[in-house]
């Protein structure tokens, strides 16, 4: 069993700032990936950031320069800060990661159950 419990979400006015945080716990052998996806009212899931075990970061472009996705690899933690947050950042977002339980398995897909990022005007 693995679990991803996220934290941090919240109400923040427009320009201010946030931190997610999610950790990662159970059967975990290695992670290869960790990442924090986002779905807006009635819009689709979409990619924020990702960030691979070697520490490659995948940004998407509406958040660039805003937001930052780091990793704590002892703690099987990744974070979100967000900063300069706008109206549309408003989101239920949701940590996600790849990784094996074991060494003999490929690198499955965990969800975390998401947390509400409301940003006011």
């Known amino acids: 069993q693995v679990q991803l419990r996220e934290s941090g979400g919240g109400l923040v006015q427009a320009g201010g700032s946030l931190r997610l945080s999610c950790a990662a716990s159970g059967s975990i052998f290695r992670i290869t990936a960790m990442g924090w996806y986002r779905r807006a009212p009635g819009k689709q899931r979409e990619l924020a950031a990702r960030i691979t075990s070697t520490g490659s970061t995948v940004i998407a472009d509406s958040v660039k320069g805003r937001f930052t996705i780091s990793r704590d690899s002892a703690k099987n933690t990744v974070y979100l800060q967000m900063s300069s947050l706008k109206p549309e950042d408003t989101a239920v977002y949701y940590c996600?990661?790849?990784?094996?339980?074991?060494?003999?398995?490929?690198?499955?897909?965990?969800w975390g159950q998401g947390t509400q990022v409301t940003v006011s005007s």
């Open positions: 996600a990661a790849d990784l094996q339980s074991t060494p003999a398995v490929i690198p499955t897909s965990y």
